[in-house]
T-cell receptor, first 113, second 113 residues
Framework: NAGVTQTPKFQVLKTGQSMTLQCAQD?????MYWYRQDPGMGLRLIYY???????DKGEVPNGYNVSRLNKREFSLRLESAAPSQTSVYFC????????????FGNGTRLTVT | GDSVTQMEGPVTLSEEAFLTINCTYT??????LFWYVQYPGEGLQLLLK???ADDKGSNKGFEATYRKETTSFHLEKGSVQVSDSAVYFC????????????WGAGTKLIIKP
């Protein structure tokens, strides 16, 4: 019963490098989300996908792109990493757009030097 | 705009002590309110929720009551255990914002044996 799986768990990048964070869920959820978590700031929404085939910007989308590859997978890409993108990134999913609970992956800790 | 304010941590208690973590919100209309918990090294998971005024959410011995008159949703537990050590996040969502969650900054709880 995997739930939401994120890869990698840890990553160190140099400024200007690119990478893609992968996320997959096996709960047949329609909606998927990418958050970043920074100390003292709670979670901030980067991008979300309300349903397969759609993506929308969240609160802090600059410097990121996303792809909803299919119903299961939602990836986050950093085209040119910056030190300000050092954070813990969480993928989450839920059944639909309403008040159903969010299910989170275990996070990716990214450091940009 | 809408916001959630939580008491700053860390909160340090002895085992079997009574716990209160304060959460207040600012929002127009009638938001739904949530508590999520993040155990070390893991993603967040829903602890409890309340969708209308005077509702009480409860789970695993934790309770919170939706108080519209004081715009609060304080988390309580009568007797905490070492295993309750975690970061607790209060959040709200509204129908007119596509149920996007607005998060508090989180409160770290440390329980000493």
């Amino acid at each position: 019963n995997a739930g939401v799986t994120q890869t990698p768990k840890f990553q160190v990048l140099k400024t200007g490098q690119s990478m893609t964070l992968q996320c997959a869920q096996d709960m047949n959820h329609n909606s998927m989300y990418w958050y970043r978590q920074d100390p003292g700031m709670g979670l901030r929404l980067i991008y979300y996908s309300a349903s397969e085939g759609t993506t929308d910007k969240g609160e802090v989308p600059n410097g990121y792109n996303v792809s909803r590859l299919n119903k299961r997978e939602f990836s986050l890409r950093l085209e040119s990493a910056a030190p300000s993108q050092t954070s813990v990134y969480f993928c989450a999913s839920k059944m639909d757009r309403g008040n159903s609970p969010l299910h989170f992956g275990n996070g990716t800790r990214l450091t940009v030097t | 705009g809408d916001s959630v304010t939580q008491m700053e941590g860390p909160v340090t208690l002895s085992e079997e002590a009574f716990l209160t973590i304060n959460c207040t919100y600012t929002a127009t209309g009638y938001p739904s309110l949530f508590w999520y918990v993040q155990y070390p090294g893991e993603g967040l998971q829903l602890l409890l929720k309340a969708t209308k005024a005077d509702d009480k959410g409860s789970n695993k011995g934790f309770e919170a009551t939706y108080r519209k008159e004081t715009t609060s949703f304080h988390l309580e537990k009568g007797s905490v255990q070492v295993s309750d050590s975690a970061v607790y996040f209060c959040a709200l969502s509204k129908t007119d914002s596509n149920y996007q969650l607005i998060w508090g900054a989180g409160t770290k709880l440390i329980i000493k044996p």
